[in-house]
């Protein structure tokens, strides 16, 4: 009876892992050229573009050695030692219809691993033209803007995109419902919030859970901050889809280890993976409260 079980996993080849931060330099550059495409469109690159505003000096090199490329090394290292042709579906270049192609695979379990940009406004979200749009067709914004007595630098796309990001938020739990309104008030001025950024750009979690075959039925596992408006989205009140989510910001130095030992348990045979994934991550745990107190 085990291997009904949703969560039931024979070995590598029902895991199916698809990750999309870039993984050079080169990969890093091209994502931060996209995140100023005019084209809203053709917008990508949040999670490069994010850490660059880290740094004063804009240094494209130095941000990338600094941060992003430990993150690309841990990914490469999750396969080390392993064939990927055992696992059902891998790829790092991860583009919204491998989502669809992983599931076709019949794999039980899917990792995603990718950035999730959330509701906040920011300068390089908007294109010229942006504020006249808004007044034309969400007066709600425009009263705010002015009883908030943001008028007088409007002009500033910094000003803007706080004073923007400051109604967005403004009443607790609507944050992603005003920042749609933000998006379908003024289409062609405003980048898309709360988006997966797979490498062929941003996607708003309705339309990635149509990549998922009707028939898929397993686990998906969310390596992703702030994944759980996501993993909702994908269950879709599907008792037989397993979602391994999280509320708050992923640590990639902590969870790429992890996944890089569940990966080398499947090749020892058959498990529940909710079941040893929860083992993994209590080893984890343990080893960091023990190192803490050394």
Known sequence: MADL???WTRGPGDIAILTAVPMT???????IAARAETDVRDVRGDYSQTALAGRRDGDIHASWVDTRAHVAELVQGLFEGLDRSDFAFTTTEARSEDIYKA???GAKVILILAHW??????????RPGVLGAIDGSLSEVSHFLATHRYSRQLGDHAYLADALSDWVHDRPGLEI???????HAAPEHIVPGNCLELRDGFHK????ALQFVEEWSGVCELVICHSEYLAL?????????????NKTAKDPFRVLPEIREILLRSTLGPFAYCNER???????EKGLRQHAFH
Request: glycine share 2%; no cysteine.
């Open 278 to 284: 929860s083992k993994v991550f209590e080893t984890f």
């Open 117 to 126: 940009r959330g509701s906040n406004v920011t300068s390089n979200d908007l």
């Open 233 to 245: 989205a994908l269950k879709e009140d599907r008792q037989d889809r397993l979602m391994i989510t």
């Open 5 to 7: 079980a949703p969560d």
């Open 177 to 183: 419902a005003r920042r749609t309104a933000l998006e």
């Open 205 to 208: 979690a309705p339309d990635l």
């Open 103 to 105: 599931t076709l695979t």
């Open 25 to 31: 330099l080169e990969d890093f550059r091209a994502d």
